[in-house]
């Protein structure tokens, strides 16, 4: 189903830049996540919530008017019907479901604008995991809206005063907090960053999206040369490629 964990790199990125306490832990998320990630009961359980309670799969919607606009096919994914609002789902489900599998009591995390954050509660509280989530004190004002979300879920959320008061704050604090409390607590890291194994969890659990596009635009318009673009933290990202019919 999903790629091997042998390497801890893609290319020239990657790797394991952490301080030592922390290799138990990692060591024991690759070894759960290889024993896991194929396990037929754990993606039928994963499989299920991804249906029925995230609302997967999303549709793929032809944007019609904006493709006459355009002179082009213009298709939008729309992970924006996932429940909760984003993608960010997704991976939450995934990681939450990994760490009761793994026997963790506790889960934390980190967010900025709030939707990792507010993903990590409906997955601690579909799970009956209790989270906590470390957000820069300046973005709790700024995203208050989501801050109210995630403590209507039962979630914990930890204002960061120090230092810049942002999302790096509240990586360096979620991180100090995993250090002392590997034994219970797992870390759900919501991109594809972090030590190995945590980019190639969120990559796999993320890539439900593109199994599922390639499904749905093989149905629309058969095989065909496609050219795909994603916003990412306010930049645009394209590939091209052609899907065998």
């Excluded at 299920?48 to 309670?53: H, I, N, T, V």
């Excluded at 939008?76 to 429940?83: M, Q, S």
């Excluded at 809206?145 to 959320?157: A, D, F, I, P, Q």
């Excluded at 659990?205 to 058969?222: L, P």
Aim: hydrophobic share 35%; net charge positive.
């Amino acid at each position: 189903m999903k790629q091997q964990l042998k390497s801890t790199k893609f290319g020239k990125y990657g790797g394991q830049f952490v301080p030592e306490v922390l290799m138990p832990a990692l060591t024991e998320l690759t070894e759960q996540y290889e024993k896991y990630k194929d396990d037929p009961a754990f993606n039928e359980e994963l499989n299920y919530y991804l249906k029925d309670f995230a609302g997967r799969p999303t549709p793929l919607y032809h944007a019609k008017r904006l493709s006459k606009e355009y002179g082009v096919k213009i298709y939008l994914k729309r992970e924006d019907l996932v429940h909760g609002g984003a993608h960010k789902l997704n991976n939450t489900l995934g990681q939450a479901l990994l760490a009761r599998y793994m026997g963790k009591k506790r889960i934390i995390a980190e967010t900025g604008a709030g939707q990792h954050g507010t993903a990590c509660a409906m997955a601690g509280a579909t799970f009956g995991i209790k989270t906590e989530v470390y957000m820069g004190a300046k973005d709790t004002v700024r995203q208050r809206m989501n801050v109210y979300r995630m403590e209507l879920m039962g979630t914990k959320v930890i204002p960061v005063k120090g230092g810049s008061q942002t999302l790096k704050d509240a990586i360096n604090e979620a991180m100090r907090d995993w250090v002392a409390n590997v034994e219970t607590t797992h870390y759900l890291i919501g991109s594809v960053v972090g030590p190995h194994p945590f980019p190639t969890i969120v990559l796999d659990f993320q890539s439900v999206i593109g199994k599922a596009v390639r499904a749905q635009i093989m149905e629309k318009r058969g095989g065909s040369r496609i050219r795909l673009w994603r916003a990412r933290a306010g930049e645009a990202m394209q590939w091209e490629y052609s899907i065998p019919s």
